[in-house]
Nanobody
């Protein structure tokens, strides 16, 4: 089973940037679609961005043009570059394997907290 370790979160002012990393275990990483999810307080977890094994990417409308997902297969790592951050981006961010409808297929890691505040 693939396991994930997320890192790179922190406190940033509105308009700032952060780069999140997700290290995945397992030799099947290269054939997996990967996604970044987030969960804000009192809200359901949502799929923010996904990168398919073909490298095609999809984004939540609210982050299009601001977030970029990428992957380094040699390092078994997926990244989320977040620019022009807004207070509403505040959440715990997780990575996982997105299935049909974005439903996660793997186990959750500990996540990484992103707080956007002045």
């Amino acid at each position: 089973q693939v396991q994930f370790v997320e890192s790179g979160g922190g406190l940033v002012q509105p308009g700032g940037s952060l780069r999140l990393s997700c290290a995945a275990s397992g030799s099947i990483f290269n054939i997996l679609d990967m996604g970044w999810y987030r969960q804000a307080p009192g809200k359901q977890r949502e799929l923010v961005a996904e990168i398919l094994s073909s490298r095609r990417t999809n984004y939540l409308d609210s982050v299009k043009g601001r977030f970029t997902i990428s992957r380094d297969s040699a390092k078994n790592t997926v990244y989320l570059q977040m620019n022009s951050l807004k207070p509403e981006d505040t959440a715990v961010y997780y990575c996982n394997v997105p299935g049909a409808g974005g439903a996660p297929l793997g186990s959750w890691g500990q996540g990484t907290q992103v707080t956007v505040s002045s």
